[in-house]
């Protein structure tokens, strides 16, 4: 069974750093593209980066380029996102998730953990 | 980016009736290549993570029942809901790969009984 479990979430301050974790199971992790998606409360879904299955290839949303950086670890099956320069904005579920490509879509998610960004 | 617009934002449907989400694209995401909308819609219910629910734009993921369908027409795409079920109240979106180095998400859709 596919199991993704995010974990690091937490307050921080404006400005602050904060680095996410996501641990994968259940499947051969280095096979596959990995993706980080957040939900601001209340509103919809936010793609914010992938990353290639050796990591040699990452993209970022706009609004994170810059500030936060992707990567993996695939002795340890896990993909991480680091936050730096947080802002009020950055306030969201962060979810994981495993990219199946083809075509290139989510179709294993973890349950998300919240960062909240707050003085 | 490709923008993503859905409508309704939210609908109400009467159990056993049809629901009907659209999703327009700003831009084709057609892949000539391959003859393939770079289109997917997903299914959130609260308090969880989203499900895939169609790829390509009219395939059905593994395990999602037939009665969720998938259609398109140009830049216009479609998820419909035979036969409304409890369990199929969430929040629907759209989301294009097809610039997979900006992927976008649709604002999404509420969908509730009636």
């Known amino acids: 069974e596919v199991r993704l479990a995010e974990s690091g979430g937490g307050l921080v301050q404006p400005g602050g750093s904060l680095r996410l974790s996501c641990a994968a199971s259940?499947?051969?992790?280095?096979?596959?593209?990995m993706s980080w998606v957040r939900q601001r409360p209340g509103k919809g879904l936010e793609w914010v980066a992938n990353?290639?299955?050796?990591?040699?290839?990452?993209n970022y949303a706009d609004s994170v380029r810059g500030r936060f950086i992707i990567s993996r670890d695939n002795a340890m099956q896990s993909v991480f996102l680091q936050l730096n320069s947080l802002r009020g904005d950055d306030t969201a579920v962060y979810f994981c998730a495993r990219d199946r490509r083809p075509p290139s879509v989510n179709d294993h998610w973890g349950q998300g953990t919240l960062v909240t960004v707050s003085s | 980016d490709i923008v993503l617009t859905q409508s309704p934002d939210s609908l109400a449907v009467s159990l056993g009736e049809r629901a009907t989400i659209n999703c327009k694209s700003s831009?084709?995401?057609?892949?000539?290549?391959?003859?393939?909308?770079?289109l997917a819609w997903y299914q959130q219910k609260d308090g969880q993570p989203p499900k895939l629910l169609i790829y390509?734009?009219?395939i059905r993921e593994s395990g999602v029942p037939d009665r969720f369908s998938g259609s398109e027409s140009g830049t216009d795409f479609t998820l419909t809901i035979n036969s409304l079920q409890p369990e199929d109240v969430a929040v629907y979106y759209c989301q294009q790969y097809f610039s997979a180095r900006s992927i976008t998400f649709g604002q999404g859709t509420r969908l509730e009984i009636k």
């Open positions: 390509w734009a009219s």
């Open positions: 259940g499947f051969s992790f280095s096979d596959f593209w």
């Open positions: 831009q084709s995401v057609l892949y000539s290549a391959n003859n393939k909308n770079y």
């Open positions: 990353i290639r299955q050796d990591g040699g290839d990452k």
